[in-house]
């Protein structure tokens, strides 16, 4: 097996790789168990073949089947505001928040540079949506999305594997036949990629590159190891739309691209919605998973009501523990810009933050081995009312100071809600008692 085989081929013949080992000891489970769900398309581990070549320390995440829940943080420049150095304060700041894995969504300022300056310090896989390369470089030149032809997006999608992208989104499920019934949406498409490609599509009257020229971009995920998340190109942006003829027409040409990607020998993962209400989530994801042959499923939330702008990292808190507890992998976070504004780095934290205990809490729920020893850690420090270990076991530990020491404390044992009536402390006499009565 030449070195150069992706992760999937490897796999395929039996070699466990020293990503696979990796990856393996942070689970908590066996190489092998690693190398046979990514040998069946269950399991991905993005890792771009250059990183060795060229020195980078990556660390090597799976992602799937039977695996802790992984979050990913967005970042990344706009139009309105392009501060590459506050890019890097946000990548930062996911990488300190516990993020698996950061996208690179800029559409402002130099893109490739931006995109370059960011996988170098990034220490973690990296993903992008080559699609925006190209919508930006339209609107600065005047020109219309439909003028793209689609060697420019091949050779776009090629240039991200030269940057040694571990994971790219292509919106290949939005065909004409899936997309013909958007026009009875509340909400339309709210993807930015779908939307471009609907229009160059309408505008050229033909079928998306992304789609009909797939072979080639097998051909050039083939070549850097770049693991092809199929983008949900006509998810839901509202409640009113969910789980609608549009977005199962994609699923559908999506579990037919993740079949011929599988087959060639490149890792597929497959986005999902979206906005989509608690009682639909669980179907979601169980459509995914049959029609994708349990390919990984990354979803956005999802969003659970659209009422609540400024608290969206809650709404979709909700729906990523739901969606995760019913076998969803990967969970993009949700900041409470969404919908507003750029999140800036506070957003990012919080964002981070919050998936985060969504993954956690549906890991639990579906028993991922080792998932419930955090919590058992923290109740024991709890229990002992031992303050310093409480905030070395939570998920942000700077918070449980800066709220502690909110208020003076009359009793330095206890916090300041029950100070000296404190129901913790009082059982703990009762334990101590009990021993010296036993004594």
């Known amino acids: 097996m030449c070195e150069k085989a992706t992760q999937l081929q490897k796999a395929q013949v039996g070699k466990v790789t020293p990503e696979m080992a990796q990856a393996s000891q942070y689970e908590g489970v066996e190489p092998e168990f690693i190398r046979d769900k990514i040998s069946k398309g269950r399991v991905v581990l993005p890792y771009n073949l250059l990183h060795k070549d060229e020195g980078r320390a990556i660390k090597p995440v799976a992602i799937g089947e039977g695996l802790i829940t992984k979050v990913n943080a967005n970042i990344g420049t706009s ?13 930062d700041t996911a990488i300190a928040s516990g993020a698996d894995t950061v996208m690179d969504l800029s559409t402002g300022g ?17 993903g992008t949506v080559p699609i925006y390369d190209l919508i930006a470089k339209c609107a600065d030149e005047g020109v219309d999305f439909s003028e793209v032809s ?27 036949k899936s997309s013909e019934d958007v026009g009875r949406r509340i909400m339309g498409v709210v993807s930015r990629g779908g939307a471009y490609l609907i229009k160059w599509m309408k505008k050229r009257g033909m079928e998306n590159p992304l789609y009909s020229g797939f072979d080639t971009i097998l051909d050039i995920a083939l070549k850097y190891d770049m693991t092809l998340s199929l983008g949900d190109g006509l998810r839901p942006g509202g409640i009113a739309d969910a789980t609608d003829v549009s977005q199962l027409a994609e699923l559908t040409v999506l579990g037919e691209l993740a079949k011929r990607a599988k087959e060639a020998g490149v890792q597929v993962m497959i986005e999902g919605p979206g906005h989509i209400p608690l009682h639909q989530i669980g179907a979601n994801v169980s459509l995914e998973k049959k029609i994708c042959d349990g390919a990984p499923f ?11 702008p400024g608290y969206d990292h809650i709404t979709s808190a909700i729906g990523g523990a739901i969606a995760a507890w019913n076998g969803a992998d990967f969970i993009c976070y949700v900041t ?39 919590d058992l850690r923290m109740s024991i420090a709890r229990r002992n009312l031992d303050w310093r270990r409480q905030a070395e076991e939570a998920i942000d530990p700077f918070i449980v100071e800066k709220v502690r020491d909110r208020c003076p404390l009359s009793d330095t044992d206890a916090c300041s809600m029950c100070s000296s009536l404190c129901a913790v402390k009082l059982s703990r006499e009762f334990r101590e008692r009990k021993k010296e009565s036993a004594s």
């Open 298 to 308: 990354y979803v956005l939330g999802p969003i659970v009501t659209d009422i609540a």
């Open 336 to 374: 409470p810009a969404e919908h507003l504004t750029l999140p800036n780095v506070d957003d990012v934290k919080v964002g981070v933050i919050s998936a985060r205990i969504a993954a956690h809490a549906a890991d639990i729920a579906k028993g991922v081995s080792g998932a419930g020893d955090w």
């Open 110 to 126: 130099d893109i490739r540079a931006i995109r370059r300056m960011i996988r170098k310090k990034c220490p973690v896989p990296m």
């Open 150 to 176: 689609p060697n420019e997006m091949y050779e776009t999608i090629e240039m991200h594997g030269e940057d040694g992208i571990d994971f790219i989104t292509v919106h290949c499920g939005v065909t004409l």
């Open 79 to 91: 139009r309105d505001l392009c501060d590459p150095e506050l890019e890097i304060k946000k990548l």
